[in-house]
């Protein structure tokens, strides 16, 4: 698994995401934009890298710093967890197995919709909106499942997530089932949240919306770990082992920085465990980033 390294003195980047919302026309569609968007050293001296810009801070593993913060929250618990802040770079990742998505793959669907009617030079239609709002504000199933085969089934769906940047994700018809892993959902918010992505502002406005506004009772998991948060969550029991999986992705603010955040989980025996379990896992992640982002400072 790669090594993710922040120098305690590099300089920080500032990322200023320009987001450009369309609204809603009178007749109920949703207009997605077109946006183009030195001396020698004496000999008892220790050596001196000549290389400009170089730190003599040392750097930190934040993959092992995180790992080791995860031990006594994770317990042997079967999870994957991936950070980035975006202002300074700084990124952790725990864990790079393969998970199923459950819900959390709906995000993918609308992302490839509205690729999709980008492509197209129109406008999301009445039914297209009714399904989208119901997908991620509801998790509602059926919604997922008609949009699905409006992106092209799972080969359109990959197809998307392709030109997302996402390199391990696997779509198949029973979406909840789709493989992916914490690093590709973090490759997915980076796409949703940022401002480099084939979505448009207008399409990334419009997600970030939705997963701002999931009911009440699904707005646990990754909001733990900050506030104006912005998710999507997952879960769903096995049916070959009754066991549960849970998973979060989104975004968060915290210290007055945002952190894109996605954890992914399995095997528990129920799914109130599971959010007991991320939500620590999103907490504990977050602070480790956090560190290491005032580190690159």
Same mark, same amino acid.
């Given at each position: /698994?790669?090594?993710?390294?922040?120098?305690? !003195?590099?300089? !920080?980047?500032?990322?200023?995401? *320009?987001?450009?919302?369309? &609204?809603?026309?009178?007749?109920?569609?949703?207009?997605? @934009?077109? #946006?183009?968007?030195?001396?020698?050293?004496?000999?008892?001296? =220790?050596?001196?890298?000549? %290389?400009?810009?170089? !730190?003599?801070?040392?750097?930190?593993?934040? $993959?092992?710093?995180?790992?080791?913060?995860?031990? =006594?929250?994770?317990?042997?618990?079967?999870? !994957?967890?991936? #950070?980035?802040?975006?202002?300074?770079?700084?990124?952790?990742?725990?864990?790079?197995?393969?998970?199923? +998505?459950?819900?959390?793959?709906?995000?993918?669907?609308?992302?490839?919709?509205?690729?999709?009617?980008?492509? @197209?030079?129109?406008?999301?239609?009445?039914?297209?909106?009714?399904?989208?709002?119901?997908?991620?504000?509801?998790?509602?199933?059926?919604?997922?499942?008609?949009?699905?085969?409006?992106?092209?089934? *799972?080969?359109?769906? $990959?197809?998307?997530?392709?030109?997302?940047?996402?390199? @391990?994700?696997?779509?198949?018809?029973?979406? &909840?089932?789709?493989?992916?892993?914490?690093?590709?959902?973090?490759?997915?918010?980076?796409?949703?949240?940022?401002?480099?992505?084939?979505? +448009?502002?207008?399409?990334?406005?419009?997600?970030?919306?939705?997963?701002?506004?999931?009911?009440? $009772?699904?707005?646990?998991?990754?909001?733990?770990?900050?506030?104006?948060?912005?998710?999507?969550?997952?879960? /769903?029991?096995? %049916? +070959?082992?009754?066991?549960? $999986?849970?998973?979060?992705? &989104?975004?968060?603010?915290?210290?007055?920085?945002?952190?894109?955040?996605?954890?992914?989980?399995?095997?528990?025996?129920?799914?109130?465990?599971?959010?007991?379990?991320? @939500?620590?896992?999103?907490? +504990?992640?977050?602070?480790?980033?956090?560190?290491?982002?005032?580190?690159?400072?």
């Amino acid at each position: /698994m790669p090594r993710h390294r922040t120098r305690r !003195s590099a300089l !920080s980047v500032s990322l200023t995401a *320009a987001v450009l919302l369309a &609204g809603f026309t009178a007749g109920g569609a949703y207009l997605v @934009e077109r #946006v183009t968007d030195a001396a020698p050293a004496a000999a008892s001296a =220790p050596p001196v890298s000549s %290389t400009p810009g170089t !730190s003599e801070e040392p750097e930190v593993d934040l $993959d092992t710093e995180l790992a080791a913060a995860l031990a =006594p929250v994770a317990d042997g618990a079967d999870v !994957s967890v991936a #950070v980035l802040d975006p202002d300074t770079g700084a990124r952790a990742v725990y864990g790079d197995g393969a998970y199923d +998505t459950a819900s959390v793959v709906k995000v993918d669907i609308l992302a490839a919709l509205l690729l999709r009617i980008q492509d @197209e030079g129109r406008r999301l239609n009445g039914a297209e909106l009714a399904y989208a709002d119901a997908m991620i504000r509801r998790s509602d199933n059926t919604s997922a499942t008609e949009l699905l085969k409006a992106v092209g089934g *799972a080969e359109g769906l $990959d197809a998307a997530n392709a030109r997302l940047g996402l390199t @391990e994700t696997r779509a198949v018809h029973a979406w &909840g089932l789709t493989q992916t892993t914490a690093a590709d959902r973090l490759r997915l918010l980076e796409a949703v949240f940022g401002t480099d992505s084939e979505l +448009t502002a207008a399409s990334r406005a419009y997600l970030t919306e939705l997963m701002g506004e999931v009911e009440a $009772d699904q707005q646990w998991g990754i909001s733990a770990a900050g506030g104006d948060w912005a998710l999507k969550n997952g879960w /769903m029991p096995r %049916t +070959t082992t009754g066991l549960w $999986d849970v998973n979060s992705i &989104g975004r968060v603010t915290s210290g007055g920085h945002t952190r894109l955040v996605a954890v992914l989980s399995r095997g528990h025996a129920s799914q109130e465990a599971g959010v007991d379990l991320v @939500e620590a896992v999103a907490k +504990t992640a977050v602070s480790v980033v956090a560190r290491g982002a005032q580190g690159a400072r």
